[in-house]
């Protein structure tokens, strides 16, 4: 029966209560269950902040010249973060609004392309293709090798009078992976054709900087690197702020500029719209002003170096299971993915995880298919002990 809005209203604790009711059925981050979720529970001082000021709307800037201000100091950080502190850009609903915004400027800037491409690898994150298709353009998907990783002179010879941009990816969705940036910059430099370059760090954003600052060599992924445009990087992924926060970030101010949506009535004054949404929060972009300002470059050292801690040990502690379970690359961050060693598909292996609780991520039209564990915050290493013993009783019972 579809539910009525009441006549007369339900006092608070009932609706409270019913409330509680329905939540009891979802899953909660602090079982240590959900090793597949890129999202985790938000660190407190961030949900303070927020229920101080619910109120504010970054859509009317003009209303909120502070929170707005605040915005531009975050990305800022955020720039800084990623090898640039002199960029632009805005707070957005995550990556995928940031990715869709990165493919319209590309798109914009070579409007009069009959069949306009853009380049990406092949693990490329779904906002893509619905950028694609908001926008008409096509995706043209390089293929991985089994290491997955493209061939650079595939990627050459791939790029054509058609390629309005290209994306790379700084830590994919499947397996955590970093593309070759800054080779990838110099091929694109190397055409003198206009191509915008977008590297999509919603994840790893807020894990390379402080790996990088641990210690760990790691190659280009950002600013660092001259042809890189712009970036998405997620607060409510590894940032630990509240959803919904990701960030776009451009390095050219002109872009900006240009491109806004005029909205000339607005009660601020006239303001150019640059993100999809309209009204959009502003509290939870005080929150990430005020998280990265609390935690500082140390804190999120800590929280990056405890989640990679944890992933070393989930690997050695998979090794137990080797005859079983392989993975499908050494992770280079805090994303591992598994993969089947015998002819037990991994389809029933993640079948059976599901039946006992556990919550990953299964890439299904992955060669050979992926079951993705992301460490985050909340996934700890008594957590990791129990999965391991449940997992070896699966693949034991299957075999
Ligand atoms: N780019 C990359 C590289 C991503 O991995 C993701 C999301 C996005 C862009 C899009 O970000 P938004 O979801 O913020 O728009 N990656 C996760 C995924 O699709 C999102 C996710 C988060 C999935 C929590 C499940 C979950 O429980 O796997």
Known sequence: MPVKLPE?????????????????DDQQYDTGHILGSMCTTPHTFAIKIASMYPEKNLGDPGLFPGTSRLEAETIQMLGDMLGDEHVVGNIVGGGSEANIIAMRVAKKFKENLEKPEVLAPETVHASFYKAADFMGFKIKALKLDKDFEFDLAEFDSAINKNTIG?????GTTSLGLVDPIEQMGKIIESKNNDIFFHVDAAFGGFVLPFLRDLGYKLPKFDFLVPQVMSMTCDPHKMGLNLIPSGSFILREHFYKDVLGFDIPYLAGGAFKHFN???TRPGNVVLACWGLMRHLGREGYRAVVKECWDNTLYLRERLKELEKYIGVAREPMINVLGMTSNTNVPMSEIDKALRNKGW???????????????????HVKSPAIDVFIEDLGKIVRELH
């Open 8 to 24: 007369k209203g339900f006092s608070k604790s009932k609706v409270i209560a019913d409330i509680n009711m329905a939540v009891a």
């Open 166 to 170: 290209v994306v790379g990816i700084a």
């Open 276 to 278: 999809v949404m309209g």
């Open 359 to 377: 919550y990953l991520g299964f890439f299904r039209n992955m060669n050979p298919p992926i079951e993705r564990i992301v460490v985050m915050p």
